[in-house]
Nanobody, 121 residues
Framework: QVQPGESGGDLVQPGGWLRLSCVAAEPRFSMYDMRWYRHDPGKERELVESISGGGLNTKYAEFVNDRFAISRDNNKDTVYMDMVSLKPDDTAVYYC??????????????WGKGTPVTVSS
């Protein structure tokens, strides 16, 4: 399996926007449910949002409050997170997670190294 690679994190002012990308160059990428997590030191890791392999089902944490959107392009082995109306509380390292159940029943659970997002004036 290939480790997912995140990009797009940056320093942005409150109210700003960002697009994070995660590439997982896997032949079976469309079989993976993809998730974005975030972790700010001193706090617990939070699940932000998720999208099913085919892209039809998405879920969001309550704190997203319609500010973020997850999408994927299975032709490019890429999942995206579009974030608008960013707040200082959104400051964290954002991680991409890819998970699927293999044909033999084992869970394949892949993590990226994260991309930092800082929301500050």
């Amino acid at each position: 399996q290939v480790q997912p690679g995140e990009s797009g994190g940056d320093l942005v002012q409150p109210g700003g926007w960002l697009r994070l990308s995660c590439v997982a160059a896997e032949p079976r990428f469309s079989m993976y449910d993809m998730r974005w997590y975030r972790h700010d030191p001193g706090k617990e890791r939070e699940l932000v949002e998720s999208i099913s392999g085919g892209g039809l089902n998405t879920k969001y944490a309550e704190f997203v409050n319609d500010r973020f959107a997850i999408s994927r392009d299975n032709n490019k082995d890429t999942v995206y997170m579009d974030m608008v109306s960013l707040k200082p509380d959104d400051t964290a390292v954002y991680y991409c997670n890819a998970k699927r159940t293999a044909s033999w029943g084992a869970t394949i659970d892949l993590w990226g190294k994260g991309t930092p997002v800082t929301v500050s004036s």
